[in-house]
């Protein structure tokens, strides 16, 4: 298939351009290792515009109303269906996904905008009973003002539409600065907004130094909310700013999420779950399932059978139509991920599989699962963020559970088990955002998506995700 990769400008005031200094980067075929197109770098003079572009279109899309914001939102969700067989090898091209997945996330953020637009029609306050007969008390629910929003490259147009859907539903302009490593994908779903008839300074793109960016914004005194997906240290960081300004925030971070298989559960379904949602997107997924904590009793047949599994699977462009895993993002990835894996290996993990992994010029790593990794090791503690699983043996639930609890994080977890009792006790006591228990299909846009611990805080799905960019104001009114 024969497909061109565009170079990608700032979005400012409904006008793309370069940057003030024309300064422009790179981008590369994770597949290939080779430069595929550029972006548009951002100076703070062109910040600045964006800012004030968002704060200029604020009055009049918060007066827009509720079902006009709506119909934007659908009609971009229709143009992006129709447009999904051309945008989804360009997000092949510059993220590595197969060519499926990149279908999948085109069609995914078409049914998050639908939802967002429903969503914002259900902003609903609240009338509070009076004391008297002649007062009202009403909370209203107004939209925040304009928002910074920062998103990763691991889903480069869903992960941006779960913040534009619930900002610009409820009313809120944007500065969007989306991840540097796949630009092309997020700025055509800001051009599917445009082309919906999103008035100009209402959604505003920009790229360049993600600190240097993050720095500028977040303290600017138009801002007034801050949303960041990716990881942990950068979220506590952007967190940090913002407390210092006084901003509200939402932080979707990184998760080392645990697997618990008990000895009652469906033990293939388990592992066919386990393994098919582990390689998904390379592992390069949030909530991917890291930790597979498995009974005793079942441990060598889930074993034997997850390795199979690995084995099978066919890594290699994404574009290729046989390809089950693609490359990882980029190389920095690639040695994060390697050398989490053999300074496991150096420390005594086993290699219990190491799936294909033909030699290639991209940003390759073989699908992995370790044994016997010491829960010292690196890989133990930090989110790998990549196709490696570990395996580890439990005896007791209590062991299963003390053991999921063990680090910081807190964003997803995953039981299979037919015992209600077990899984009484994983609602219960696993401290985490969200929990899958006999399957692994979280992310839909109407489920809650969100973490607690250092996993970060506030929701960007479901019925709750828009009340971040909403603030309760409350009006008491005395008839006179
Ligand atoms: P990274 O922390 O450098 O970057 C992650 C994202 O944050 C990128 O989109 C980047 O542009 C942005 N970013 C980085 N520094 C920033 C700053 N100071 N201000 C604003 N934005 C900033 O990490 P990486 O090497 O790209 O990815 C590795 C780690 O990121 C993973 O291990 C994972 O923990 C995390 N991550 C999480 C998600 C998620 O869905 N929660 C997605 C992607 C990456």
Request: proline content about 7%; aromatic content about 6%.
């Amino acid at each position: 298939m024969e497909t061109t990769y565009p170079d990608t400008q700032l979005l400012i005031d409904g006008r793309w351009r370069d940057g003030a200094l024309g300064q422009r980067t790179a981008v590369y075929d994770p597949a290939t290792a080779e430069v595929i197109g550029h972006y548009a770098m951002a100076e703070p003079a062109d910040l600045e515009e964006a800012v004030q572009a968002a704060g200029s279109a604020f009055a009049a899309w918060r007066d827009a109303g509720a079902y006009a914001r709506g119909s934007i939102l659908r009609q971009a969700a229709v143009l992006l269906r129709e447009r999904a067989d051309t945008l989804a090898p360009c997000m092949t091209m510059e993220m590595g996904k197969p060519l499926a997945e990149a279908r999948a996330e085109v069609m995914s953020s078409a049914d998050l905008l639908d939802w967002f637009a429903g969503e914002g029609q259900r902003a609903y306050g609240q009338v509070i009973p009076a004391r008297s007969p002649n007062v009202t008390q009403m909370v209203l629910k107004q939209p925040v003002g304009p928002v910074v929003a920062f998103t990763p490259w691991n889903f480069p147009m869903s992960q941006l539409v779960r913040k534009l859907g619930a900002a610009l539903a409820v009313g809120c302009t944007v500065v969007a600065k989306p991840p540097e490593d796949t630009p092309a994908s997020p700025a055509a779903l800001a051009q599917a907004l445009l082309d919906a008839g999103l008035p100009p300074g209402v959604l505003n793109i920009v790229y360049g130094e993600p600190a240097d960016i993050a720095n500028y914004l977040i303290p600017h005194p138009v801002i007034r909310k801050v949303s960041f997906t990716g990881s942990v240290p950068v979220g506590k960081q952007l967190a940090a700013l913002a407390g210092k300004h006084m901003k509200r925030i939402t932080m979707e971070l990184g998760g080392h999420n645990p697997v618990i298989v008990c000895e009652d559960a469906n033990v293939e379904a388990a592992v066919a779950a386990v393994a098919g949602f582990k390689l998904r997107n390379a592992g390069q997924v949030c909530i991917s399932p890291t930790r597979v904590l498995v009974q005793r009793g079942i441990y060598d047949r889930f074993a034997a059978a997850l390795a199979e599994h690995v084995k099978k699977v066919r890594t290699g462009s994404g574009l290729e139509p046989a390809t089950a895993m693609g490359p990882l993002v980029s190389e920095r990835r690639v040695k994060a991920v390697a050398g989490l894996i053999q300074e496991a290996v150096s420390e005594g993990a086993q290699v219990l599989v190491e799936g294909d992994a033909a030699p290639r010029a991209g940003f390759f790593q073989a699908p992995t699962v370790l044994t016997d990794v010491s829960l010292s090791s690196r890989i133990q503690n930090e989110e790998p963020f990549g196709p490696v699983a570990m395996l580890s043996p439990f005896d007791t639930i209590d062991e299963a559970i003390a053991e999921a609890n063990r680090l910081p994080y807190g964003l997803a977890a995953y039981a299979f088990t037919s015992s209600i009792r077990n899984s009484q006790r994983f609602q219960t006591e696993l401290e985490v955002g969200m929990l899958a228990i006999n399957h692994t299909l979280l992310g839909l846009p109407e489920l809650p998506l969100g973490g607690v611990k250092d996993s970060g805080y506030g929701s960007e799905g479901g019925s709750e995700a828009i009340n971040s960019y909403l603030i309760s104001k409350l009006v008491t009114q005395a008839a006179v």
